[in-house]
């Protein structure tokens, strides 16, 4: 979304009325953006002083009663402030806009407008207005439709975009680092008691116990359920490394179990297959944001002495299953505030979901070092605290995460619809199966053609990735655990893998130029689909 970032005296001709009528209604509905979806709106701290000594100034002058005159701009002020967001001007940017060769509130206006990710434009009438050196675009109120209406095509795509994302929550984002900066809680501190509080209510989970990133929550869970040594872990080959490196850093064993082709998660009519009197849990992965079969999976645990069961949700926050959220289907749950991830911090951070008292308890003394009491470590433990800045930032993204799930599925409708009709070379994989759905952590599809269509994408600007090129069991430091050819449809799958770009404000146009990439007709790597068709 565009910015726009108001001037003095653009408001001033709207409460001033010192514009023909029209040019006064143009205005209003430009201060109305946010409303109205067309553009996040701005005003500049340093411009709320200057507008409301100009008004009060001006009504006085016009004959006003000085104590209604301030009553009037006060009023004025406090619906400006709901229209529009406030812009800050940071103490640090000050020595610059002083030594700027221009007028000092420009100066400071272009600092604080700076600051913002996206195309950003200030809206002056101030012909001599200067934003010279920054990249910010100049209009008048009369330019600002066209602006908003030219959609130039960036020349190379964000595979995630974490700047739209930014520009969208920043005043909750200052609010919320601040605070941790005034308190200086930096560890531990209230943002991360608010955010598993929060977490935890949004799951439906008794417990959440955040920590310093998805691989810590995985080990810190097994730690807690006592896993090691000698003991086997069923798990899905077709993952990120992290979910099996945890079991075999306890000095436990992976147990590799095929997938389904269509959801590409652990298949769960083939695990009881693999359970042995050494299986101690079982680990399926929720991958690319649709969760596991984790009734079936419930039900096998179950019956084999209950043995618990571990859903990795790394990629799966906010998707459901029968109406249940992902992390909260098993005994424990984790996920990852790894940036890109569909809820992301701005570093590293990771959350553990449970019901169980006994567990949460647990996970929570390993997580400081198996610390019951103060210097008293009643088991053995890890440093795995999620921080507090991380926590704070976490807490800002919440506020747009039920639009961003929405945004990510209407993203993953359009693909799937897009690609049925214009690039029927490249094989969808099925859409979540029914009773789930998914946050669409990746859009993925398959191709016999990889690598010269991701070449050929490239060439265009846009990105892809793949996840992932190998199944663990055929990694070098895993394939003595199983031989590489045990789960065929992984090693299919891998083969063929390939996840477009996916994050909630990725356009309309912007997708169409993906998939008109994709649908050239040189490419005709069609996956079996017979393989693919849900079962
Ligand atoms: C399925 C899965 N498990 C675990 C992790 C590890 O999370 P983190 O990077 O926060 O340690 C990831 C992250 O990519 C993941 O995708």
Partial sequence: MKNLVFDVNVVLDLWLERQPEARLLQIAALIDCQRTGTALGWIASPSLHVLEYLAYRQFKHEGADPAEAKQTVKQLLAKLQQQLRPLSAFGFQQDNALLAQTDLEDAQLVA???????????????????????????????????????????????????????????????????????????????????????????????????????????????????????????????????????????????????????????????????????????????????????????VIAARHGHLPVIEDAAQSFGATYKGSQSGNLSTLGCTSFFPSKPLGCYGDGGAIFTSDDQLAQACRE??????????????????????????????????????????????????????????????????????????????????????????????????????????????????????????????????QVMSLPMHPDLSEADQHRIVNALGEKQHRGVASPSTLERP
């Fill in 366 to 495: 390993i997580r400081v070092h198996g610390q019951s009491a103060r210097y008293v470590h009643s088991r053995i433990g890890v440093g795995g605290r999620m921080d507090s800045l991380q926590a704070a930032i976490v807490l800002a993204k919440l506020e747009r995460f039920e639009h961003e799930i929405v945004q990510r599925q209407a993203v993953a409708r359009r693909y799937h619809q897009l690609i049925a009709d214009q690039a029927p070379q490249v094989q969808r994989l099925p859409w979540p199966k029914q009773g789930r759905t998914s946050i669409f952590a990746q859009y993925s599809l398959l191709t016999r053609q990889r690598d010269p269509l991701q070449a050929k994408l490239k060439a265009q600007g846009i990105p892809t990735a793949v996840h992932y090129p190998v199944p663990l069991n055929a990694q070098p430091a895993y394939q003595h655990l199983c031989c590489p050819g045990c789960t065929p449809v992984a090693s299919r799958i891998a083969e």
């Fill in 112 to 298: 604080a407008a700076s600051v913002l990710q996206g195309p950003t434009a200030i809206v002056t009438n101030d012909k001599r207005f200067a934003t010279a050196g920054s990249n910010l675009v100049q209009l008048k109120p009369a330019e600002v439709a066209d602006w908003l209406g030219q959609s130039k095509p960036s020349e190379n795509l964000n595979f995630v975009d974490l700047q739209t994302q930014q520009d969208a929550i920043r005043p909750q984002l200052e609010q919320h680092l601040h605070r941790v900066l005034e308190h200086g809680q930096y560890i531990l501190g209230p943002e991360v008691g608010e955010l598993e509080q929060r977490l935890a209510a949004y799951t439906g989970a008794r417990h959440c116990i955040s920590v310093s990133s998805g691989t810590e929550a995985l080990l810190i869970s097994l730690m807690a359920l006592g896993i090691g040594p000698g003991d086997e872990v069923i798990t899905t080959p077709f993952t990120f490394v992290a979910t099996a490196e945890v079991i075999v850093l306890l000095g436990a064993k992976p147990v590799f179990v095929d997938i389904e082709p269509d959801t590409c998660n652990i298949d769960a009519t083939l695990i009881e297959a693999k359970l042995s009197d050494q299986t101690k849990a079982i680990m399926p992965v929720s991958l690319y944001g649709q969760p596991a079969d984790m009734d079936a999976i419930n």
